[in-house]
């Protein structure tokens, strides 16, 4: 999944042609800016748009304006694609859209509230090194200044210092205000149920994960956030639970080495487990499906980690 890509080329015609349906109703530059800032665009896309402009040209100058717009850390509620549509299918009678136009709309919208919650829970999400620069794991902030991962990536790494860092996508650079020191001494570890409660040294700006407790089901579907082989971060296509027990899950979602201690998402984008590997939890008497790897539910260690979440 990229959550970055607001507007596939397939609808990018299609948009472009009802914009312009729209453009041609509204053709003023004053009238096109109110209902512009009604919707609550950014005004750095307003700025580079010629509003007096023929339907012609300002219609797929404002898509390509949404196609560049820079998705932000600091902005991660809204996207201007996402706000636009959604008030023009508020607004459908008044302006006199076409059906076909408010089905475009809609779906573009679902789609950009889905990248927007996407986006999110990949903000929580940081890469594990030691020494640092060189990853071994993912994990993901659930407090303002606690990390949760596996136990093991630091006993079977035997480190004794190691850091996280976050914000490590595709076409950014690395910046030592996105790395924070892990203090390993204070940790609350389980080397039997695999996870580790570390706190951060500092205060990452970080969104946090929103955790539940719950009951996981077979054939549930999932997403799973990671940094395979230490590289940037990947947001998994849906994925689902193969099997479940108390203390362990088997998904299908294709991972690597780094890929320890990444949390697993269901379709509402709330953390429910983390990715353990091929390790397995309790394994014996219980078979294991090829192509399947084994995780942690949260609710096998949810008492343990309450009191330090509250």
């Not at 397939?10 to 004053?30: C, E, G, H, M, Y």
């Amino acid at each position: 999944m990229n959550p970055e890509l607001f507007l596939e080329d397939r609808d990018v015609p299609l948009l472009t042609l009802a914009l312009n349906q729209f453009a041609i109703k509204i053709n003023d530059a004053s009238d096109r800016q109110e209902v512009l800032e009604s919707a609550g665009i950014d005004m750095a896309v307003l700025s580079n748009l010629k509003l007096g402009a023929t339907p012609i040209k300002f219609a797929p100058a404002l898509v390509a304006a949404f196609r560049t717009y820079p998705v932000s850390n600091q902005r991660l509620d809204d996207h201007p694609l996402v706000s636009l549509l959604k008030y023009l299918c508020e607004l459908a009678p008044i302006y006199g859209l076409a059906d076909r136009d408010v089905a475009l709309f809609t779906r573009l919208v679902e789609r950009g509230q889905e990248n927007l919650k996407a986006l999110a829970a990949r903000s929580a999400v940081g890469r594990i090194e030691s020494p640092q620069g060189t990853g071994i794991g993912t994990g993901v902030l659930i407090g303002k200044n606690l990390l949760l991962t596996c136990d093991h990536i630091f006993s079977k790494s035997q480190a004794t210092v190691a850091w996280v860092r976050f914000n490590y996508t595709a076409g950014s650079y690395p910046l030592d205000s996105n790395v924070f020191e892990l203090d390993l001494d204070t940790a609350t570890r389980s080397s039997q149920l695999d996870y580790a409660l570390v706190r951060v040294k500092g205060e990452p700006k970080q969104r946090t994960a929103n955790l539940i407790d719950a009951i996981l089901d077979s054939n549930q579907e999932i997403r799973l956030i990671h940094h395979p082989q230490g590289q940037y971060v990947v947001i998994s296509g849906l994925g689902q639970i193969v099997q479940v027990g108390d203390d362990y899950i088997d998904h299908n979602i294709s991972t690597d080495e780094g890929s320890s201690g990444a949390p697993i998402f269901n379709r509402d984008w709330q953390l429910v487990a983390i990715h353990r590997g091929n390790l397995g939890i309790g394994r014996a008497g219980r078979s294991l499906e090829p192509g399947t790897t084994s995780g942690v539910p949260l609710r096998a260690f949810w008492k343990n980690i309450q009191t330090q979440l509250s």
